[in-house]
């Protein structure tokens, strides 16, 4: 973390926050954002740093869209809050949209307000409908920090150590991270190793008449951005259909364009039977949600779940603006395009420094990984690379189990000059640390 000089403006609200707020928040850069336009945020100096962490993969669309400030503005002045007490028109027209837009059959919406919940939503959902206990979750993953969400959170030790008794029926199988397994190089091999596991649990720990879901983000987020290889999604389905488990996809970090698709389990060709989104689902705004096949969902009878403010109109207007913006502006092909030239540009530039282990991602959820001298993890050199990151006006954010990645979260229309500025700092920070 970077401290501020006394004469800074940010220093007085610095001290105000160290007085007065918890600090189990903690933050990666110690400035007082202002503002915020697009790819940059602006602190209380008017310095202005360049955002490739987009309030941690939030803001798809840049910060502050003017279609998304407009769409605030004018819901703000109709319709605020409403709960479950009646139907609003934005909760309908949000749930329709995203019907439209999600993958297969998903078509019933249920509005939450932040990831966790979603996924909490989704869990009491599956149980529900079988009748049956177990969460079957993946090394690595991030799922959120309620209590429940903890326990299904296994990306870092942070997330949940002094947190137990956390809940049970949870069983967390290998997450097929190809690059820290003994089958670095031959995905095949890691996605049989990880298969065989699935198959051991059920002989060994839990028979699969008792699980209720499979729960799993296709792409890691928290646990360093890492694409699962499509063999090993295609064959978590027909396990899944085998034995009547549902497949819970968690979209909150890669959903929206992120990939270079509307969400990221579209490259692999595999229909949820529900569907985690948040994140950037508004704009900045907060929402969740999770979507299901009405023929799930009806089992699901009225008031056993629900939420005061889930939904609310201008988190939902926000969202349809959002989703329009992104597919009028052709963000998706975007991300695909622009995230692939920013990984070819980083591999070249860096590629070949012994202390860069792997460069990975689908679109514009792209890693860099980094290794001590004899190949382990290095948590040091990723949070050095974010610190010179921030030295040159460029906010960047670690990821992976040891944070020795950097995660790259640009806004999906970020301009072609701020693409090439944020790889040439972060080459820049490279080549500075990993001499
Ligand atoms: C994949 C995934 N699921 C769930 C969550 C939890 O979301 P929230 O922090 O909004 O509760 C996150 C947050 O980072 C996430 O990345």
């Known amino acids: 973390m970077v401290t501020v000089k006394a004469t800074d403006k940010n220093l ?54 003017p279609a998304v400030v407009e769409a605030v503005q004018k819901q703000v002045a109709q319709l605020m809050h409403t709960s479950v007490v009646t139907h609003n028109k934005p909760y309908i027209e949000l749930a ?155 979209e909150v970090q890669s959903g929206f364009g992120r990939t270079g698709k509307m969400f990221a389990i579209e490259h692999y060709g595999v229909e949820p039977d529900i569907m985690l989104m948040a994140k950037g689902i508004a704009g900045g705004m907060p929402l969740s949600a999770f979507i299901a096949r009405k023929e799930i969902t009806s089992k699901w009878l009225p008031g056993r779940h629900g939420s005061t403010f889930g939904g609310n109109p201008v988190s939902c207007a926000a969202a349809m603006a959002t989703i329009d913006v992104i597919q009028s502006e ?3 092909e975007r991300a695909a395009k622009k995230g692939k030239e920013m990984q070819d540009a980083l591999r070249a530039a860096v590629g070949q420094n012994p202390q860069v282990g792997d460069i990975r991602g689908i679109g514009m959820m792209i890693a860099v990984e980094f290794n001590e001298k004899d190949g382990s993890p290095s948590h040091d050199t990723a949070e050095e690379v974010a610190k010179k990151c921030f030295e040159h006006k460029m906010i960047v954010l670690t990821c992976g189990s040891h944070g020795h990645c950097i995660r790259l979260i640009p806004p999906l229309n970020v301009s072609d000059e701020d693409a090439k500025k944020g790889i040439d700092i972060l080459e820049k920070a490279i080549k500075e640390v990993c001499k």
């Open 12 to 65: 007085e609200y610095l001290t105000l926050d160290d007085a007065h707020v918890n600090p189990v928040l903690s933050r990666s850069a110690r400035i007082v954002v202002e503002r915020a336009q697009g790819s940059y945020v602006y602190d209380m100096n008017g310095d202005s740093y360049l955002d490739f962490a987009q309030g941690i993969a939030v803001n798809n669309i840049g910060h502050c869209h």
């Open 96 to 250: 329709k949209k995203l019907a439209e837009i999600s993958p297969g059959k998903l078509d019933s919406v249920f509005l939450a307000n932040s990831g966790a919940e979603a996924v909490e939503g989704a869990v009491k959902l599956a149980r529900y409908v079988t009748g049956r206990p177990v969460i079957v979750n993946f090394r690595g993953s991030f799922h959120g920090r309620t209590i429940f969400t903890t326990a299904l959170t296994t990306s870092k030790l942070v997330y949940r150590e002094k947190y137990e008794p956390l809940p049970g029926s949870i069983f967390t199988m290998p997450f097929p991270y190809t690059y820290r397994s003994p089958f670095r190089g031959n995905e095949d091999a890691c996605v049989k190793e990880c298969l065989h596991q699935i198959d051991m649990m059920f002989k060994q720990l839990v028979h699969p008449d008792q699980v209720a879901a499979f729960l799993i983000e296709p792409v890691q987020g928290e646990g360093g951005y890492i694409p699962a290889p499509i063999s090993f999604m295609k064959e978590l389905r027909k396990i899944a259909d085998k034995h009547g488990i549902l497949l819970i996809i968690d």
């Open 330 to 332: 052709k963000l998706i």
